[in-house]
């Protein structure tokens, strides 16, 4: 039975946010199902949102929870929802799995929004990322619409074609234009943006 000082407006509140949460948290999971190919598990912020969620919506929906660890659920609940939010977005439109490994020689699956251009298919990272995982000029898998072939990234930092590049990706990208509109996602590609343009691996 839940703590009698509470009122029945806070109840309410807990209530509504705790369902919102539980659901949210399906979501960044389920989301990423309508995608062809292997499925790509959430990692990072995606997958602290998605857990954080579940486990959030379920601590204020638990009724014998103590009222401090209520009141404390409710405080984070707008960072837990931002990144749950974020990690559910990202993946409604196209998405593509970069099959690269990081600086410490560890597979690592990146999750990328990718344009066309009659040059080619391009995306756009910071570039630490992109040293990080030793992207340019490596033989790399790509998974896009179901299909995976091998792939060489060949990076560009041509702030010309960098900002071609991003302009792109917002235009294409619904959640992009949402999220640069409150502030969320950067309108132009920052300084430290670089572009990826993916040519095909050399027949051996």
Same mark, same amino acid.
């Given at each position: ?21 539980? #659901? ?12 062809? @190919? ?11 949102? !998605? ?15 103590? /009222? ?24 409604? $439109? ?10 410490? !020689?560890?597979?690592? $699956?990146?999750?990328?929004? #990718? ?11 910071? /570039? ?8 340019? @000029? ?22 010309? #074609?960098?900002?071609? #590049? ?39």
């Amino acid at each position: 039975m839940g703590d009698m000082g509470e009122s029945n407006g806070s109840s309410k509140l807990r209530t509504a946010v705790g369902f919102l949460l539980l #659901i949210l948290g399906i979501a960044v999971f389920v989301v990423r199902l309508q995608h062809e @190919g292997a499925y790509a598990m959430p990692r990072g912020g995606n997958l602290l949102g !998605g857990l954080g969620s579940l486990v959030l919506g379920c601590v204020l929906l638990w009724s014998a929870a103590p /009222r401090l660890l209520r009141w404390v659920g409710l405080a984070v609940s707008p960072v837990i929802f931002f990144f749950g939010l974020y990690a559910t977005m990202a993946e409604l $439109e196209e998405t593509i799995s970069l099959y690269a490994t990081n600086s410490t !020689g560890k597979p690592a $699956e990146l999750r990328l929004w #990718i344009v066309d251009r009659e040059d080619g298919e391009w995306v756009g990272m910071p /570039r630490s990322k992109a040293v990080e995982h030793s992207l340019d @000029g490596a033989e790399l898998q790509l998974l896009r619409k179901g299909e995976t072939r091998c792939v060489v990234p060949v990076l560009y930092e041509d702030r010309e #074609i960098v900002t071609a #590049i991003h302009a792109l990706k917002v235009e294409k990208y619904a959640v992009a234009r949402a999220s640069a509109a409150v502030g969320f996602y950067p309108r132009e590609a920052k300084e430290t943006t670089v572009a990826l343009r993916f040519d095909s691996c050399p027949e051996s």
